[in-house]
């Protein structure tokens, strides 16, 4: 674990992507549904999974919509990224979802699928 | 980051859930950009004030937490979608959007917020003294603190910019350590630059330079000229600040701003050769640019509409002092607690293109508002487009 943006702890299914995550267009607010084909996880949902994805982009006004997400039960429990980024960093602070950067060796050994448990406490990410 | 036993205190809850939450996004932005403290703050300027920009996400996040949050150091905000005292003659915009508009604006005034709803800060405020420590979050006044009012701010984010309101603190980032130096010197190569000029180089500093940029070849910009270069760099990228300097003999990467990079920006932004409407500002006119306006104008009227944006503040000075009545007289229609930047008045059902002599102003209207952009300096459009 290189470095905790948000603490916390969390428990979930790990849904990777390898593209970067505009989260004020790319993401359904109220479902949690990607609706942006460019996408490679297109059509799956972020609610309640452990969202391993490279970093954010676009409009820092998607830290609202991780905000909404939360708010209507449509959140990842918890981000992994490789960058931080200020609008997924401040979105996650928001929303109080657990946010961690790891190093690209890390992000690489995560797999989609995995069930993974992070503790910030602790600094640990199992397997 | 090291935090203090206050801070951690309040970072675990101790201080009420609101503070944890804005102590949580201080933490979590500090920790992105390599911060290792905090440091106190003494004005907040917050973004994400447009309906049209924070939806009703941001709309509701502001209600809820107006409920019990208050700002503990001066704050003002940025502006919101349109004018109130204007909305009338606007027939195109719902009430759905003004409902929420009302909405958002009341929730920040309850949290105790100066209701300046402008992008200029340092146009309706004397500046605090050198070096004191802001937290700005709109980006031309990020930038025109650090750069030209000696002040020190990140480029905060709306919620970074919120939680230092709320809390009185922000990440001790690079930009407010005094030792910062710039990589990078930006040649200016043009002669006579206009403020559209000014405004093609900042939006070419952004993109090239990264969190700050030292500027040679430019012999003291008037105002108008400095707002525009300030507009353009924040529209752009990441960069924060720049500094004059007199000779490029330093160590630093060089790079020139000439006819063809100038010319890329141009033909970039500018989609039309004409506009059905004129806007002024963005950012909002100071008082002193209304004042040139108004001297321009004399004699002359505009051929078609033109929005002239600046603060209320500045409105009311402008009132006062009677530049007002002669832009007016021109047909001119004055709009404050808004601008060019994202706002409904300019409807793309109703308008197909708009000159304007802002770069920050042309970008949005051509990527968020989907209109055709007529770029020119304002002698220009006094010159083609008054009589």
């Known amino acids: ?127 | 980051m090291d935090l203090t036993v206050e801070e951690k205190a309040a970072l675990n809850g101790e201080q009420g859930e609101t503070l944890q939450t804005a102590y949580r996004i201080l933490v979590a932005t500090g920790e992105a950009t390599n911060a290792e403290r905090l440091v106190p703050i003494k004005w907040a300027h917050l973004s994400g004030v447009n309906y049209n920009t924070i939806g009703d996400a941001g709309e509701e996040f502001l209600r809820e937490i107006s409920k019990d949050v208050r700002v503990k150091v001066k704050t003002t905000v940025n502006p919101m979608g349109f004018d109130f005292d204007h909305i009338s003659e606007f027939k195109h915009i719902d009430d759905e959007f003004v409902q929420k508009q009302a909405s958002i604006r009341d929730s920040y005034i309850k949290m105790g917020v100066d209701p300046t709803f402008s992008c200029t800060p340092y146009d309706i405020f004397d500046l605090p003294e050198k070096n004191t420590q802001v937290s700005f979050a709109e980006s031309n006044a990020a930038i025109f603190a650090n750069s030209l009012g000696d002040l020190k701010t990140n480029k905060e984010s709306a919620f970074s910019a919120l939680a230092s309101a709320i809390t009185g603190k922000s990440p001790y980032s690079d930009l407010r350590k005094d030792d910062m130096t710039a990589p990078m010197t930006i040649r200016m190569k043009m002669d006579n630059p206009s403020e559209l000029d000014f405004g093609m180089l900042g939006f070419f500093a952004g993109k090239v330079g990264d969190t700050s940029v030292n500027i040679s070849g430019v012999s003291k910009p008037n105002r108008r000229s400095c707002k525009a270069l300030c507009g353009g760099m924040g529209t752009s990228g990441t960069c924060a600040k720049f500094q004059f300097v007199d000779s490029d003999e330093d160590t630093s990467e060089k790079v020139d701003f000439g006819k063809e990079e100038m010319n890329e920006i141009f033909d970039e932004l500018n989609t039309t050769d004409k506009g059905d409407l004129i806007t002024l500002g963005s950012p909002q006119l100071g008082l002193e640019e209304i004042s040139d306006l108004s001297k321009m104008l004399k004699g002359r009227s505009f051929k078609k509409r033109c929005m002239v944006f600046c603060s209320r503040a500045v409105q009311n000075q402008a009132r006062n002092l009677d530049y007002t009545n002669e832009i007016e007289r021109a047909g001119g229609e004055i709009l404050s607690d808004c601008c060019t930047c994202l706002t409904p008045l300019i409807d793309k059902n109703e308008t197909d293109s708009v000159t304007t002599n802002s770069i920050k102003g042309a970008y949005y209207l051509k990527n968020s508002t989907g209109v055709d952009v007529n770029l020119k300096p304002l002698s220009k459009i006094i010159e083609d487009e008054t009589q």
């Open chain 1, 1 to 127: 674990m290189s470095k905790i943006i948000v603490q916390g702890k969390a428990q979930g299914t790990v849904l990777k992507t390898s593209n970067p995550i505009n989260f004020l267009g790319a993401v359904d607010k109220q479902t949690g549904v990607i609706r942006d084909k460019k996408y490679d996880i297109y059509e799956k949902s972020i609610k309640n999974t452990v969202l391993v994805f490279p970093h954010g982009i676009g409009s820092s006004v998607g830290a609202y919509t991780i905000y909404s997400l939360k708010s209507h039960q449509s959140a990842p429990v918890a981000m992994i990224c490789q960058k931080a980024d200020l609008t997924v960093a401040s979105g996650c602070a928001l929303a109080n979802i657990p946010m961690i950067v790891v190093s690209n060796e890390e992000f690489e050994s995560i797999h989609d699928g995995n069930q993974i448990t992070i503790d910030t406490k602790s600094e640990k990410i199992f397997n």
